[in-house]
């Protein structure tokens, strides 16, 4: 158990919904990542918040957005959901520190019908 | 930009050793990191190589050259719970936000 919990587990929605997906880092970490892994793509990094505050944004399309909360919880919302956004989404978390380990969650798997 | 390469997949046997190469290009080397992943699961942290040598951890072991772009990942003594694939990844700025390489899916056999 890596500490960082995610949920839910399994997720599966229709074409053009909103879902949001949640994630509650290991105790301490101030930073939060967010990864999406589709079978043909591998491990995409797609935004990293640090305390609150946006920090690093990768290939994350205007369709999704995210959040991290006073409680350093944070939320990944995917909007107008396209059959290709079926994939495993990750989150991570790390201490503060750039070349600090990272901990992954277990993922949530999002379907799209 | 960033560029990983690894190869797809291995198969060696249970009890052998196996090295996993990767090569990458980034602009300013912060550092890189393997990490295994089983099927349907989270990756772990395997290793972390910022300076150019062989580090040792139990049975796996992680070698970086800088100046080649290059690192290796080595595992000894393989056991079945090892089939999985490596991830091989560099981190995208002087944070933690990384660009992982497609993986080399490892099965073991008897």
């Known amino acids: 158990d890596s500490g960082v919990t995610q949920t839910p587990k399994h997720l599966i929605t229709a074409t053009g919904q909103r879902v949001t997906l949640r994630c509650s880092p290991r105790?301490?970490?101030?930073?939060v990542y967010w990864y999406q892994q589709s079978l043909d793509q591998g491990l995409q990094f797609l935004i990293q918040?640090?305390?609150?505050?946006?920090?690093a944004k990768g290939n994350i399309l205007e369709r999704f957005s995210a959040q991290q909360f006073p409680d350093l919880h944070s939320e990944l919302n995917l909007s107008s959901l396209e059959l290709g956004d079926s994939a495993l989404y990750f989150c991570?978390?790390?201490?503060?520190?750039?070349?600090?380990?990272?901990?992954f969650g277990q993922g949530t798997r999002l379907t799209v019908v | 930009g960033q560029n990983i390469d690894q190869p797809t997949e291995m198969t060696a046997t249970e009890g052998a050793i196996v090295q996993i190469n990767c090569t990458y290009q980034?602009?300013?080397?912060?550092?890189l990191f393997w990490y295994q992943q089983h099927a349907g699961e989270a990756p772990t942290f395997l290793s972390y190589?910022?300076?150019?040598g062989l580090e040792e951890k139990g049975r796996f072991s992680s070698f970086l050259s800088r100046s080649k772009g290059y690192s290796y990942l080595l595992l000894k003594e393989l056991q079945m719970k090892d089939s999985a694939s490596y991830l091989c990844?560099?981190?995208?700025?002087?944070?933690?936000?990384?660009?992982f390489g497609t993986g080399t899916r490892l099965t073991v056999i008897p």
């Open positions: 105790s301490g970490d101030l930073s």
């Open positions: 980034t602009s300013g080397f912060n550092g």
């Open positions: 990844a560099v981190p995208l700025t002087g944070a933690n936000n990384l660009f």
């Open positions: 190589n910022v300076l150019d």
């Open positions: 991570a978390s790390s201490q503060q520190g750039g070349k600090a380990e990272a901990f």
């Open positions: 918040y640090y305390n609150g505050e946006e920090r």
